[in-house]
């Protein structure tokens, strides 16, 4: 069910080793010898030339093994859905540390309650520019959105952005290429890939969104209320997140979505798992934690 793009990084052989001996445990890791589109060529190395009158050595030319996490992830994820029913899940990782990152489907998801990080996201562009601070009143709706994930905040902060448009030209800036607003914001279209874009400008530091702005976000989603503290925080400590959840009318079946931060042996991931099509809210939550912690054990396993 799965189109990836490869986005592997490339391991030095020892480390593919110990990858390829956890991945036959586990009964998924895959290696590639393919070079990713991120790392650099693998150099090849020829000896001098040789004086006259002694021996020439062959040239050689040394390859380090790269690591497909695209395939690894869909191995460790595929198993996962067995027994879900006609539900689907796409997922994107991140290790902050390495660079190395994993996606896992590239279909468009309805967005539910996780828009509310990119609306917030939009707000804070707008004040940047105009060289201003939150309002009292912006305050307010921003902490409801995020920490308590009000609906009626989150249609207050729409419209002070410009509504779809002023959110689609926020994207834009923010380099979120597969979603488009709907006036509906939970009816927002996207891709796990363009959630850990946006977990990018967040958590990162090459970001439209100032230190400031980034570092306000951040507090809010690790604030969330207690009952919404599931989905990806279950892959790690330290979480910063914010979940979706929503019943479409048309089938009675949930959409159900978690992006932010975690933290795993000591090393920091961006993860969003995206799903539609769940039977119950319960049942979407088990699958997108599964997911999210067989998305950070895949990076975690190379190091």
């Not at 052989?13 to 070079?35: D, K, P, Q």
């Not at 448009?165 to 939970?186: F, K, M, S, V, Y």
């Not at 890939?193 to 809010?220: C, I, K, N, W």
Request: glycine share 10%; charged share 20%; aromatic share 4%.
């Amino acid at each position: 069910m799965s189109r990836n793009r490869f986005r592997g990084s490339t391991l030095s052989a020892s480390v593919t080793a110990v990858l390829l001996l956890a991945g036959s445990a586990a009964g998924g890791i895959c290696l590639a010898g393919r070079s990713s589109d991120h790392a650099p060529r693998a150099s090849a190395s020829v000896s001098s030339v040789p004086a006259a009158g002694s021996t020439a050595v062959p040239a050689t030319t040394t390859e380090e093994p790269t690591v497909d996490f695209d395939a690894a992830l869909a191995a460790a994820v595929e198993p996962l859905l067995t027994d879900v029913g006609d539900a689907e899940v796409s997922v994107a990782v991140l290790d902050t540390g390495s660079g190395a990152r994993a996606v896992y489907g590239d279909g468009a998801y309805d967005t539910a309650s996780i828009v509310k990080v990119d609306i917030l996201a939009a707000l804070l562009l707008r004040t940047q520019d105009e060289k201003r601070a939150l309002t009292a009143g912006e305050r307010g709706y921003a902490t409801a959105v995020i920490e308590w994930s009000d609906n009626a905040s989150a249609t207050a902060l729409l419209r002070a952005i410009g509504g779809m448009e002023g959110l689609d030209a926020a994207n834009e800036r923010l380099g979120l290429t597969g979603t488009t607003a709907a006036h509906a914001w939970g009816l927002t279209q996207t891709t796990a890939a363009d959630q850990l874009t946006l977990l990018e400008a967040v958590f990162g530091t090459d970001s439209e969104l100032s230190e400031g702005s980034r570092t306000y976000l951040q507090g809010l989603m690790g604030q969330v209320a207690a009952d919404q503290q599931w989905g990806v925080s279950a892959a790690g400590s330290s979480w910063a997140l914010k979940n979706g959840w929503m019943p479409r009318t048309t089938t009675g079946l949930w959409d159900i979505n978690s992006i932010g931060r975690v933290k795993a042996d000591g090393r920091t991931y961006l993860v969003a798992v995206l799903s539609g099509g769940q039977r119950t809210k319960e049942t979407g939550i088990a699958l997108v934690e599964s997911v999210a912690k067989a998305a950070v054990s895949v990076l975690d396993a190379a190091r």
